[in-house]
Nanobody
Framework: QVQLVESGGGLVQAGGSLRLSCAASGIWFSIHTMGWYRQAPGKQRELVAT???????YYADSVKGRFTISRDNAKNTVYLQMNSLKPEDTAVYYC?????????WGKGTLVTVSS
């Protein structure tokens, strides 16, 4: 059974930083693409960043240069380092695992950025 558990969310002032973590179990972690998505109130869920098994990364334009996604295969964990946070980054952040063309999701962690 695939399980993704996010942590690290919270309240931060604009310009601050947070580091999100996602611990995965039930999958062969090292071979799968992992990602972070977010959903702000009243908006659709959107892709933030992905990291492939090869460690190639992709970022949404809105977070390029501010967020960094990384993975630790030994710990079955994917991270999202978020710097220079803006109020518009406020959202529930979800971890995802792409396994055989199926996306699995965590329950999310709330990030609130105050102005």
């Amino acid at each position: 059974q695939v399980q993704l558990v996010e942590s690290g969310g919270g309240l931060v002032q604009a310009g601050g930083s947070l580091r999100l973590s996602c611990a995965a179990s039930g999958i062969w972690f090292s071979i799968h693409t992992m990602g972070w998505y977010r959903q702000a109130p009243g908006k659709q869920r959107e892709l933030v960043a992905t990291v492939r098994a090869s460690s190639v990364t992709y970022y949404a334009d809105s977070v390029k240069g501010r967020f960094t996604i990384s993975r630790d295969n030994a710990k079955n964990t994917v991270y999202l380092q978020m710097n220079s946070l803006k109020p518009e980054d406020t959202a529930v952040y979800y971890c995802s695992a792409s396994v055989n063309a199926i996306n699995y999701w965590g329950k999310g962690t709330l990030v609130t950025v105050s102005s």
